[in-house]
């Protein structure tokens, strides 16, 4: 059975920060970098979608369609509006986080900017959901459509 999403974000994790110890005790390990994201992460996260793009070109090759079919060149169309949409959202989940940090070290509350930041990451998530499953539904439908 293959793992979930989340279950293999978790194992991804776990391999990327194995032997970090989370005890304040022991000196930090170099290698932990517990201040950024994990070493790892632009492999984990950014190779998926250049590799989106490289299967597509080559799976539409196989098929026989050419690149300037309308179904295709709109679904390259929402690829890109996708990635207007996750860039900044990357950006505030980084805000998000240092907010979250200083008030666990400070004991104080969550800032308004924090919340504010949490409703634009939250409403950049519907475009984009909505243009990946256009996306799949083109990619299924290879419907007809004229661009010009």
Excluded: N
């Amino acid at each position: 059975m293959w793992p979930s999403l989340y279950e293999g974000s978790v194992g991804w994790h776990r391999v990327l920060h194995a032997g970090c110890s989370s005890d304040k005790r022991s000196p930090p390990d170099p290698a932990c970098r517990r201040d950024s994201r994990p070493r790892g992460h632009a492999l984990h996260g950014h190779a998926p979608v250049i590799g989106c793009a490289i299967t597509g070109a080559w799976l539409a090759h196989e098929i026989l369609s050419p690149l300037t079919e309308g179904w295709i060149i709109l679904s390259l169309v929402l690829y890109v509006v996708t990635g207007v949409f996750w860039l900044p959202v990357v950006w505030i989940q980084l805000k998000m986080r240092d907010h979250a940090r200083t008030a666990v070290t400070e004991g104080k509350a969550l800032p308004q900017s924090y919340y504010h930041h949490f409703r634009v990451w939250f409403a950049f998530g519907f475009p984009a959901f909505f243009a990946v499953a256009a996306i799949i539904w083109l990619m299924l439908a290879k419907p007809f459509i004229r661009l010009i």
